[in-house]
Nanobody, 126 residues
Framework: QVQLVESGGGSVQAGGSLRLSCAAF????????MGWFRQTPGKEREGVAA???????NVADAVKGRFTVSQDNARNTVYLQMNNLKPEDTAMYYC????????????????????WGQGTQVTVSS
């Protein structure tokens, strides 16, 4: 069964760092596009960063310069390195995968992805 499992969330103080991991299980080389999204209660899920297996990436303006998305294709794993965290980064973070190449302009759109992980909580205190 194809599934995504996130890890690495936690609680940090403002200015700290966390690295999230998303491991893809199931078919190898299945995921062509993988993204990180976040959501807080009462708000819509928003795209944070995403990357395709060919290396094309997109990062949301709100986190540009602080967050970096990367991948290890050999391990079917995508990472989200989050530096200089702010209280407004507090959210549940989800990993998502899609078997096709998503256009760069759509990489941060949740509707483009058909598989989701269970989420990992990130809490940033001031």
């Amino acid at each position: 069964q194809v599934q995504l499992v996130e890890s690495g969330g936690g609680s940090v103080q403002a200015g700290g760092s966390l690295r999230l991991s998303c491991a893809a299980f199931g078919f190898t080389n299945y995921w062509s596009s993988m993204g990180w999204f976040r959501q807080t209660p009462g708000k819509e899920r928003e795209g944070v960063a995403a990357i395709r297996s060919d290396g094309l990436a997109n990062v949301a303006d709100a986190v540009k310069g602080r967050f970096t998305v990367s991948q290890d294709n050999a391990r079917n794993t995508v990472y989200l390195q989050m530096n200089n965290l702010k209280p407004e980064d507090t959210a549940m973070y989800y990993c998502a995968g899609e078997s096709r190449y998503v256009a760069k302009s759509n990489l941060l759109s949740p509707s483009q992805y058909n598989r989701w992980g269970q989420g990992t909580q990130v809490t940033v205190s001031s």
